[in-house]
Nanobody, 125 residues
Framework: EVQLVESGGGLVQAGGSLRLSCAAS????????VGWLRQAPGKERERISY????????YYADSVKGRFTVSSDNAKNMVYLQMNSLKPEDTAVYYC??????????????????RGQGTQVTVTV
């Protein structure tokens, strides 16, 4: 059974940082990527980043590029999202998800499947 569990969300002031963690199980990082999505109140879910489990390629949405960094520890089946220079518009529930990627590889073509329960990130002014 595929399971993903996020942690690390919280309340932070604008300009601050948070590190989200995702514990994944039930699938191999050699076969799938792991991505991060977010959903703010009243808005559609947004795909923001993913990392290829097999070779570590990373991709980011324009909204987070240069501020967020995705990484993985394949030995521990863990994926992380380091979020710096946070803005109030980053406030959302953040989910990690098992991802299938298709060429041309990137955020636009990533297809998330099973996702976790989410962790709330709130950025105050």
């Amino acid at each position: 059974e595929v399971q993903l569990v996020e942690s690390g969300g919280g309340l932070v002031q604008a300009g601050g940082s948070l590190r989200l963690s995702c514990a994944a199980s039930g699938f191999s990082f050699d076969d799938y990527a792991v991505g991060w999505l977010r959903q703010a109140p009243g808005k559609e879910r947004e795909r923001i980043s993913y990392i290829s489990g097999s070779d570590g390629r990373t991709y980011y949405a324009d909204s987070v590029k240069g501020r967020f960094t995705v990484s993985s520890d394949n030995a521990k089946n863990m994926v992380y999202l380091q979020m710096n220079s946070l803005k109030p518009e980053d406030t959302a529930v953040y989910y990690c998800a098992q991802v299938v990627e298709f060429p041309p590889y990137g955020i636009a073509t990533m297809k998330p499947f099973t996702r976790g329960q989410g962790t709330q990130v709130t950025v105050t002014v």
